[in-house]
């Protein structure tokens, strides 16, 4: 897995490419957290996730938690086929605030 912050009109913006397994998890948990903490809101870009374990979808529940209690916003953009059949399979997609984009991300406050 590989990922990318930048800023995007105040917003992190945390690009992520490969595989979300038990190894590569606790580096995810500690970005998104350290991008949480810091009181901004967060979009996490899933287009070119390939592949997401329970393991990087915890990651991905403690950080929405963790802005919940911060009233920070956290998102998910683009999510890839293969990433969204684990979030529907979990009913996290009803969940997660999903975008199809980052455009529509932007557009809605996120």
């Known amino acids: ?6 800023d995007e009109e105040g917003r992190f913006v945390v690009e992520l490419e490969g595989e979300i397994d038990l190894e ?3 580096a995810l948990r500690k ?10 809101d ?12 329970s393991s990087g979808i915890a ?11 911060s009233e920070t916003r956290f ?8 990433v969204m059949r684990v979030f529907e399979l979990a ?5 997660f605030t999903i975008h199809p984009d980052l455009g529509s991300a932007l557009e809605a406050g996120a």
Do not use: F, H, N, W
């Open 59 to 69: 990651s991905l529940v403690e950080a929405l938690q963790d802005a919940g209690k």
């Open 91 to 95: 009913r996290l997609d009803k969940v």
């Open 42 to 53: 967060v979009l996490v870009d899933l287009s070119r996730v390939t592949y997401i374990d």
């Open 31 to 40: 970005t998104l957290l350290d991008c949480v903490r810091r009181g901004r």
């Open 1 to 6: 897995m590989t990922e990318v912050i930048r």
């Open 75 to 82: 998102g998910l953009i683009a999510i890839s086929p293969e």
């Open 24 to 26: 590569r998890a606790p």
